[in-house]
């Protein structure tokens, strides 16, 4: 009994804390916590193999908290452990009791949700959008098997949260690749916010479900400090199973817990997100008190918890070589004769760009979500050495890109590619790898109306303007929070590829379907908030980006005829150098068009901020899809469709220029 009477004062001690800490910062979430109070003592006091002098060690067992919510119960157990905290590696401290009530507090490590990056790294990845920890946990599972790291990953998800629809794809990822080192823990406590949460998020019910899923379903008691250890031994005992060809199954673990546990005077409904006060917080903490005489009479002062140390790391994979140039790569793979021809998608750049890649830079890693054959990241799959190190995640975007922030808490450089269209559906999964400062590379195929045929169900078009909004701030490096890049040609696509996996951020590339000729060679460099001038004139600035600088390209020769000299810039990088900019423009009298194949919002709305700010009288027209276009055969069309051609961006010069 000397354990569970243990487990039980430990647990009352971080139910009083939450209790304290959220009274503290006059918001949180202390009943969640609560509920996870037993779970949680025994994971970080018990089972869990890490050390709290370095909670991010990189063969530690590691705890996802996909109900964010909860987090005061790991603050508070981190505190009573001595966890050491800070942004930067070398200047940790160790936390203390007192910490415990910044909770919430500016410039606070404790966070109102996790978050590694404002200096808590325990966690991998910032959470509380819920139904997201559970890919980030598989995407942690996949980068130690790559690895050979022999380290458990524990997901803590709530029974409301579990009918997010990204919670049954990372499931069925889990069980297709018999991620064993992944146990994911449901907390069945009852309640949402609003509310009891639905029979079908029961524990029986849920059970159910992950055996159909292929999983081995363990159902608890959340505070039997016997049956919660029992269970963590059984997926431990599975998860050491390392046999990809074995049918055991992984296991997950149903807890059925109390929300507020320990203290009737804060459970039921209505006690999601509110802290106790005053005198029903004195109230809690006594009834807390009695539970605690009740359960800890066996406890004698030799009673002790001891965290079991995490194993050696092994060494990291080295590369061999350097990345060839485009030319060498399609010359290795047999391809000359296509690059004769001067014509190749800039998709089909990018996944030869990551073929180059996959030996001299072994952290590379791709992902994809069924469309691997369109996006072209098939081309680093197809190499047999590179295989392990892609993973197909079917139709599951949101999957896919939380697994690829997994991965990159793992050391490794995720690739995800989709459709630019379909990644529209994990923009909140994006936002929250970016809050994480995931090293991650999002790669939309297929964007812009040139797509033509599949109409607007397939096409991305207002994917520019949200990824820009993120150009406009900075990380928590002091960087863009993310570049967006727009190659025109598959020599800068291949080049922007490889500067992508450089940087260490999050950075998006629009690749388009269509062959277009080549503007560029090997030779040319290009850099994140770069862009190219292309033509030099006097008269007027074009501003273009993606398959549009093909289009102005011929508006260019158009008006050379009509004796007008237009400058062509490929603005292949948002943000980008904008004093730089204004001085071309200045040079030409003062006048701009932008021309983008997406929705406004984007390319020409950041020249209009960098024209604003400066406060020179500049003029400038916006050419962007205006309306919802419908399919087309050719893209030729599309374009035409919406007056997007090189003969409607010269009507466009003319009527800037007042000229005839």
């Not at 089909?348 to 691997?372: E, I, N, T």
């Not at 001038?533 to 398959?547: F, K, W």
Request: glycine share 8%; net charge negative; aromatic share 6%.
């Amino acid at each position: 009994m000397s354990f569970e009477a243990a487990v039980h004062a430990q647990a009352i001690d971080l139910c009083k804390m939450s209790l304290e800490m959220t009274d503290a910062a006059g918001s949180g979430h202390p009943t969640t916590a609560m509920s996870l109070s037993h779970i949680t003592t025994v994971l970080l006091f018990h089972t869990m193999r890490w050390s709290p002098e370095y909670p991010d060690y990189p063969t530690s067992d590691r705890l996802v908290l996909s109900a964010g919510h909860a987090v005061p119960v790991v603050y508070a157990a981190a505190c009573k452990l001595g966890v050491m905290v800070g942004k930067d590696p070398a200047n940790r401290r160790q936390l203390t009791l007192e910490d415990a009530r910044t909770l919430r507090q500016q410039g606070s490590v404790l966070d109102g949700h996790p978050n590694p990056m404002e200096g808590f790294p325990f966690f991998d990845a910032a959470t509380g959008s819920l139904g997201q920890g559970l890919s980030v946990a598989c995407g942690l599972a996949e980068a130690d098997r790559l690895d050979g790291r022999d380290r458990v990953v524990y997901c803590i998800i709530g029974d409301g949260e579990s009918r997010e629809g990204q919670v049954a794809e990372a499931l069925d990822y889990l069980a297709e690749r018999k991620l064993r080192k992944v146990v994911p823990i449901f907390n069945c406590n009852g309640y949402g916010q609003a509310g009891r949460v639905s029979e079908q998020q029961g524990p029986d019910r849920l059970a159910k479900k992950l055996e159909a899923y292929g999983l081995e379903a363990i159902i608890i008691d959340g505070h039997d400090p016997a049956q919660i250890r029992n269970a963590f031994e059984r997926a431990h005992g599975v998860a050491d199973d390392n046999d990809l060809n074995s049918g055991t199954k992984p296991v997950a673990i149903v807890a059925k817990t109390v929300k507020g546990w320990g203290s009737p005077a804060v459970q039921g409904n209505g006690w999601h997100g509110k802290p106790a006060s005053n005198q029903i917080l004195e109230r809690a903490k006594a009834e807390l008190d009695e539970r605690r005489g009740e359960l800890t009479s066996a406890l004698s002062s030799a009673d002790s918890f001891a965290i079991q140390p995490p194993p050696e790391p092994t060494p990291a994979p080295e590369g061999s070589g350097e990345v060839p140039s485009m030319d060498q790569a399609m010359k290795q793979l047999d391809m000359q004769s296509l690059l004769q021809t001067a014509s190749f998608a800039t998709r089909k750049a990018y996944g030869l760009a990551l073929r180059a890649m996959g030996k001299p830079m072994p952290q590379v890693v791709v992902l994809d979500a069924d469309v691997s054959n369109s996006t072209f990241a098939e081309t680093f799959a197809k190499d047999s050495a590179l295989a392990p190190r892609f993973f197909e995640c079917k139709i599951a975007e949101q999957h896919m890109i939380s697994m690829a922030a997994g991965l990159s808490a793992a050391g490794k450089i995720p690739f995800a590619s989709s459709f630019a269209k379909f990644l529209t559906r994990a923009y909140d999964q994006i936002e929250m790898a970016i809050n994480s400062g995931a090293n991650l590379k999002v790669v939309g195929s297929h964007s812009g109306v040139t797509l033509a045929a599949d109409g607007p169900s397939q096409m991305g078009l207002p994917d520019v303007s949200w990824f820009r909004s993120f150009t406009t701030m900075r990380d928590h490096r002091g960087n863009p929070g993310c570049y967006v890049l727009q190659p025109s040609d598959a020599y800068s696509a291949y080049a922007l590829t490889q500067v992508m996996a450089e940087y260490e951020g999050c950075c998006y590339m629009r690749t388009q379907r269509p062959d277009v000729e080549f503007l560029y060679s090997a030779d040319d460099v290009f850099n994140l908030g770069g862009f190219e001038v292309l033509n030099e004139g006097r008269d007027i600035v074009i501003c273009a980006s993606g398959y549009m600088v093909h289009e102005a390209n011929k508006a260019v020769e158009l008006l050379d005829k009509a004796a007008i000299q237009a400058t062509l810039v490929d603005m292949y990088s948002l943000p980008f150098d904008e004093d730089k900019l204004l001085d071309i423009i200045g040079a030409n009298g003062g006048f701009v068009i932008s021309m983008e194949d997406n929705y406004g919002g984007a390319l020409g709305s950041a020249i209009a901020e960098a024209i604003a700010t400066s406060g020179d009288g500049f003029t400038l027209k916006q050419m962007h899809v205006t309306h919802i276009p419908s399919s087309a055969r050719t893209a030729d069309e599309l374009l035409k469709q919406c007056k997007l051609t090189a003969e409607d961006l010269v009507q466009a010069v003319k009527d800037v220029l007042q000229v005839v």
